[in-house]
Every structure is written in structure tokens, then in C-alpha cells.
């Protein structure tokens, strides 16, 4: 599946008059089901690698392990069972042991169709984030590593955290972005602060402007904070302006799992003995 067939499939959707659904897939099976339900896109991340292995959702971003390791690894999982929906990889565009071109290389002959920045030092703020900045690890590294991908014809999806960073992640040839609303606070493993929803439109909204300010014709997905539920994914995309879709990270994974096994083992143990 080509960058231009994902996204010619994905207008149609929205001339459909339907929202543009990804989803995050930590384990093959997660991704059968996606695929199964209907979804536009999986992203694989170790975002949802850790959640799904009963951790937090920012064990992903921490130095446990190597994020773009882990994502290669699942890759070969999950891209052959679920072979008719464009899989993208999560990428750590300031991994300072793989070099940019050759994982893109790699990551496009596993047949993954296109990126996302995750784990992304866009999630991090105060000193620490000036650190980063300073040190050579910083957003626009993410910026640079989306510019490459696109030179590679790979589908292009980053997670943005401000209005400045929708328009340099649009002029460096993102397809879609992703407003990110911080760590989702909803299921095993997810935060407890986030941002209200009504607060979650205006800053979805401000940050699709600011991108349609370089390309007219992007696409808005919203993600994160307060936005984890259907319902809470219809609200966004009815009352913020211009967004097409829902981006689900590693909560998708665990809100629908989570609830599901834990009511079947429920009604297991409530088998009596004759």
C-alpha cells in the first residue's frame, strides 16, 4: 500500500461523511480486532507495547529500552495479520544510535506505510525540556526526521504540541497531524491530570488552523488528555472546527480490552458448584 493510495482511502472516507479512526496496537492481537472493527490506521509504539504488558503508558517514553527497537520487533508481529489497513511506526527521531535514513529505510522494507514521532520530547516540559533542547535532542530533530520520511514517500502522521509546531511539521510535508492533548487519563496504566474537553477544542482547533495556514487540504486528528472514549472523540470532532478523525494511542488497546476481560472472568468465578 502506497502513501497515495492511504491517502486517497482516507478522503474517501471523509467524503463518506465519516471520521477518520486510528488506533495504537501493542500486540498482534489488538491489531486483528482493530482491523476487524473497521479501523483507518494502526500505530505501533512502545506506548503501547508497556500498556498492554500491564505497565504505565509513559514507560515509553522513559530508558527502559529502545523505543525504535521495540517497534521494529513489532512490526514483524503485527503488519502480516492485519494486511488491509496502513501501519505506521512510532518512531524516536533523537535516537542518537540509529541513523535517521537507514531506519526509515528499514522501517518502509518491513512495510510499514509511514511514521509518527512517539516517543516524542514534545510530551516533556520545564527543565528537563530545556535539557533536551540544548543537548541536541530536541523537537526540531522530530521535524527533520518527518522531512526525510516524506522525501522517502512515506505516509506522514506527527504528533504536534502547539500551533508552532503545526505549521513547521506542515512545511516539513506532514500528511496529517495529530494535536496532542498530553497523557490520556482514562484506563490501566493511563495519568490522572488532563485538560477539560471544551479546553481540548479550542487547542485541537487553534493548532489545524495553524497548519491549514501552510496546507489548506491537511488533515486534523485529534488525540490524548480528556479524549479516550467514542464519546468523548464525537464531541471533540463535532465542536472543534476542521478535524477529520481520532488518533487513539496506547488507550485504545486497554479501554477496550481491559473491561471486556475483566467482566469474563467475572462471570466465570460466579459459576457455582452443583
Known sequence: MTREEVLERLQNTIKEGRAIIGTGSGIGLAAVCAENGGVDLIGVATSSYFRMAGRGALSGVLSFASANDIVLRLGREIIPVAPKTPVLANLCGTDPLHPMHLLLREVKDLGFVGIQNFPTVGIIDGNFRLALEETGMSFSREIDMVRVAREMDLLTCPYVFN????????????????????????????????????????????????????????????????????????????????????????????????????????????????
Open 163 to 274: 500551533e508552532d509546531q503545526a505549521i513547521e511539521m506542515t512545511r516539513a510535508g506532514a500528511d496529517l497531524i495529530v494535536p496532542h492533548m498530553g497523557i490520556t487519563t482514562k484506563g490501566h496504566g493511563g495519568g490522572q491530570t488532563a485538560i477539560s474537553l471544551d479546553e481540548a477544542v479550542k487547542r485541537v482547533e487553534a493548532m489545524g488552523e495553524a497548519a491549514r495556514s501552510v496546507k489548506p487540504d491537511i488533515l486534523v486528528l485529534c488525540h490524548g488528555g480528556p479524549i479516550a472514549t467514542p464519546e468523548e472523540a464525537r464531541y471533540i470532532i463535532d465542536n472543534a472546527k476542521g478535524v477529520h478523525g481520532f488518533f487513539g494511542g496506547a488507550s485504545n488497546d486497554v479501554l477496550a480490552a481491559e473491561p471486556a476481560m475483566t467482566s469474563f472472568i467475572r462471570q466465570l468465578k460466579e459459576i457455582k458448584l452443583a
